[in-house]
């Protein structure tokens, strides 16, 4: 692949994994709560959802899922149904003071892990965006698999890199909000963020 080619994906990689969605909903959410470092388990199921999504349309199954309406319509209320899960959950979550998180407390790594690698597995506004986006950064002379699996590096790392920046920048902004009163508040904050990602993600169309 052409290096100006591969630059044109890093720039658009970048501009996706900035945009506002439910992966950025989930960092922010995690990095208030428990700080960059032990964000990084949820960072990095995002990134597994990710790769499977690159998998998904390096196989075919991106294209069957962007044509037909009902694959695309269940997998999209999957979806749905499961980030309004998380904004309840959020919503109903014990008000545990973050100091007690930041000493190694409550920090449910696993779980976390999983949920993040859901998000981005059950998001299919991603699957179409990558069948629409890779077709033209793969050059159909040459094999495709190692081209798609230059892309899907380069894709993880950029979100994993964007990611930990809004993690760390949550963290900061957590410096303040310690008491258990601030910690209500951020679980209904971050929750209703979740009810809101559900939202428009029940209004996304092909």
Request: overall charge positive; glycine content about 10%.
């Amino acid at each position: 692949m052409p290096i100006e080619q591969w630059l044109t994906f890093v720039l658009a990689s970048v501009l996706i994994s900035i945009a506002p969605g439910s992966g950025m909903v989930n960092t922010l959410s995690n990095g208030m709560v428990y700080g960059l470092r032990h964000s990084l388990p949820s960072i990095l199921g995002l990134q597994l959802g990710l790769a499977a999504q690159f998998l998904i349309v390096g196989i075919g199954l991106g294209a069957l899922l962007a044509s037909s309406e009902a694959a695309f319509t269940l997998v999209k209320w999957l979806g749905v149904g499961y980030l309004a899960w998380l904004g309840v959950m959020r919503w109903r979550q014990p008000s545990i003071p973050l100091n007690q998180y930041r000493e190694g407390k409550n920090l449910e790594y696993g779980r976390r892990f999983r949920q993040s690698a859901l998000i981005n597995l059950t998001n299919p506004k991603a699957t179409v965006f990558l069948v629409a986006l890779l077709p033209q950064f793969i050059d159909p002379s040459r094999p495709q698999l190692p081209q798609i699996g230059l892309l899907a590096a380069t894709g993880i790392g950029v979100d994993l890199t964007v990611m930990c920046g809004y993690a760390w920048l949550a963290q900061q902004a957590a410096r303040w909000l310690q008491s258990e009163r601030h910690q209500r508040q951020i679980n209904r904050i971050t929750g209703s963020l979740f009810l809101l990602a559900a939202g428009l993600m029940a209004g996304y169309r092909r």
